[in-house]
């Protein structure tokens, strides 16, 4: 620690690792600390958050609603996008990060502060989606990342560390579990969870009913877009967190949501999460099936071969870089027609597609049934299909002039039947 620190501005969760950090910051650096919390839809996390911040230490401590743009700025891109990363994870913490590292560069640079701080350990992927928005904003100030200074080496640590301070923490030695919540999803990462062997309890879910206990009869819900946004359920106009909320208990009520993922980190290793991401799960479903009502072949499948290049630059914490940016060009293109509406069944934990409409549906009943000769003439199949198979039939004639030249030995191109 050679760099002299004045102040420092420390992303802020009150959980177990920033709640240590405050302390840690003063006795080590001997700077000033403001606390940053930003809820994201945290709930009852946020409860005594400021109080809490500056008895453990910090001079100030800013708690600022970015809900709002956490869904329109970083949800919604992502969403249109259809980014799943390793088809299965929705990137709930992931596109978190640089909304709340963007507005601590913010504060730090109207505080005065001539560094930042976080909270993530030197094994995951949250350092780096910090950092690399650190450095997009205001590459000068100083990094401080505990977790690759410290001697803490583990969360049991952590918690001899905090109890020693008498600072109050709700994680235990019986409760491990390590969370991240906001609007969009929770993740549950540690104890028995770090064997892939072991079943997900029960207990530990936040968001989402057990699909065996969901209820007997199905719920129908229809979800509104414009230009692939969500803007209202079941008729019904609303805003996004109001919107992403509802959404939330309908389809967490009916089991739905729920993702055990071994997914590849960014720094190298795999790691073990559950994540419950109830509305996103609908949404990426509704989504979906309205663009393949709207969106013409060749459009549709380039969108989804640069889905996942999406998703691996949100996971990587490359909001922020200019391939991105382009990305979303892309997307946004893509999207000026995806305006309908999807019906969905969910019914015990599964998504049913019960109908979809658009204004600009590419699908015509009377062009599907081939009952408009001027636009579809049977006609002219032959000569599509001779055109098609022209490379098939080229190939047997060849093989047919090797068949003959019996004295030469030539492979064999002929397809085997089973």
Request: proline share 5%; aromatic share 10%; hydrophobic share 40%.
């Amino acid at each position: 620690m050679t760099v002299k620190v004045q102040k420092v501005v420390l992303a802020y969760s009150g959980g177990l690792d920033t709640s240590i950090i405050i302390p840690w910051l003063r006795e080590n650096y001997g700077c000033e600390v403001i606390a940053f919390a930003a809820d994201l839809g945290q709930g009852e996390e946020l409860d005594g958050l400021e109080e809490k911040a500056i008895a453990t230490g910090a001079s100030k401590c800013y708690v600022e609603d970015l809900r709002q743009s956490f869904i329109e700025e970083f949800i919604w891109p992502t969403l249109k996008a259809g980014a799943v990363y390793e088809g299965r994870y929705l990137l709930g913490t992931s596109f978190a990060r640089p909304l709340i590292a963007r507005r601590q560069v913010e504060i730090a640079m109207a505080e005065g502060a001539d560094a930042v701080a976080h909270g993530c350990t030197g094994k995951g992927n949250d350092q780096v989606r910090f950092e690399l928005t650190y450095k997009a904003f205001n590459p000068k100030l100083h990094i401080i990342a505990p977790w690759r200074e410290w001697n803490i080496r583990s969360r049991e640590d952590a918690i001899a560390y905090a109890e020693e301070r008498r600072i109050p923490i709700k994680a235990s030695k019986e409760k491990i579990y390590s969370n991240d919540r906001n609007i969009w999803h929770i993740s549950h990462e540690g104890g028995d969870l770090e064997d892939p062997w072991n079943e997900p309890k029960e207990e530990m879910f936040v968001l989402t009913q057990s699909p065996e206990k969901a209820p007997d009869r199905p719920t129908y819900v229809e979800v509104n877009f414009e230009a692939g946004v969500p803007v209202g359920l079941n008729g019904r106009r609303m805003g996004a967190v109001p919107l992403v909320q509802e959404l939330n208990k309908l389809a967490g009520a009916n089991g739905i949501g729920r993702a055990d993922i071994v997914e590849n980190r960014l720094v190298g290793m795999k790691s073990r999460g559950v994540y419950e991401t109830p509305a996103g799960t609908v949404l990426y479903f509704a989504h979906k099936e309205l663009e393949s009502l709207v969106l013409d072949r060749e459009t549709l499948y380039q969108k989804e071969m640069l889905a996942p290049r999406y998703a691996q630059l949100v996971y990587n914490g490359a909001w922020y870089t200019p391939v991105r940016e382009a990305l979303d060009a892309f997307v946004t293109v893509t999207q000026k027609l995806v305006t309908g509406t999807v019906r969905l069944k969910l019914y015990k934990g599964n998504i049913i597609s019960a109908g979809r409409k658009s204004p600009y549906s590419l699908y015509r009943e009377d062009f599907a049934t081939f009952s408009e000769e001027d636009v579809y003439d049977q006609k002219d199949a032959k000569g599509f299909i001779n055109l098609f198979g022209l490379p098939l039939t080229v190939r047997a004639l060849v093989q047919q002039e090797w068949d003959k030249q019996t004295s030469h030995e030539m492979p064999d191109l002929k397809y085997k039947r089973d």
